[in-house]
T-cell receptor, first 111, second 109 residues
Framework: DVKVTQSSRYLVKRTGEKVFLECVQD?????MFWYRQDPGLGLRLIYF???????EKGDIPEGYSVSREKKERFSLILESASTNQTSMYLC??????????FGQGTRLTVV | GQQVMQIPQYQHVQEGEDFTTYCNSS?????IQWYKQRPGGHPVFLIQ?????EVKKQKRLTFQFGEAKKNSSLHITATQTTDVGTYFC?????????FGTGTSLTVIP
């Protein structure tokens, strides 16, 4: 079974903190994604990566950065957390032809 | 970005009733995928359709891809409480997914 693992299920951080969300996949997938999900807004793409050290902006990259130093790991960084970044964050991985496999999600609260 | 519209946004049904959600695109889709997200869970890939007019079934779920490859539907026959959740359609363009807005299904026992 494909496994996409996110480092935390729940996270509470203070405004202004630098936050790291880690995601690891074990299926050698080329593509990895970070989404945020908010009620009524569906899945919004923050960043994606189709290869090691490659990254592309999604629809809402502002306030975020990413890192992909190894194929299996894709990190999302909130440079200076703000309350409007309180959300559910979902990592996913895929090949170019198949479905996306999602991690269990990280519910981040910024206070 | 690319837009995949999904309707309805919400649907409440009595257990045993049928349910259908629809995805529509203004452009031709290379494929259509369907996902289910249970309350408190994460989206789970259900199926992919690629061919014009394709129909696939998974038990009580029937997936269709339109002849023009611009729309798709997911139909559930005789809903059960285990069908509760949000259903998303998506197109995989190779290195990106375009998700529909989702249909939230509530099944009333």
């Amino acid at each position: 079974d494909v496994k996409v693992t996110q480092s935390s299920r729940y996270l509470v951080k203070r405004t202004g903190e630098k936050v790291f969300l880690e995601c690891v996949q074990d299926m050698d997938h080329e593509n990895m994604f970070w989404y945020r999900q908010d009620p009524g807004l569906g899945l919004r793409l923050i960043y994606f990566s189709y290869d090691v050290k490659m990254k592309e902006k999604g629809d809402i990259p502002e306030g975020y950065s990413v890192s992909r130093e190894k194929k299996e790991r894709f990190s999302l960084i909130l440079e200076s957390a703000s309350t409007n970044q309180t959300s559910m964050y979902l990592c996913a991985s895929s090949t170019s032809t198949e479905g996306a496999f999602f991690g269990q999600g990280t519910r981040l609260t910024v206070v | 970005g690319q837009q995949v519209m999904q309707i309805p946004q919400y649907q409440h049904v009595q257990e045993g009733e049928d349910f259908t959600t629809y995805c529509n695109s203004s452009t031709t889709l290379s494929n259509i995928q369907w996902y289910k997200q249970r309350p408190g869970g994460h989206p789970v890939f259900l199926i992919q359709l690629v061919k014009s007019g394709e129909v696939k079934k998974q038990k009580r779920l029937t997936f269709q891809f339109g002849e023009a490859k611009k729309n798709s539907s997911l139909h559930i026959t005789a809903t059960q409480t285990t069908d509760v959740g949000t259903y998303f359609c998506a197109e995989n363009t190779g290195n990106q997914f375009y998700f529909g807005t989702g249909t939230s299904l509530t099944v009333i026992p």
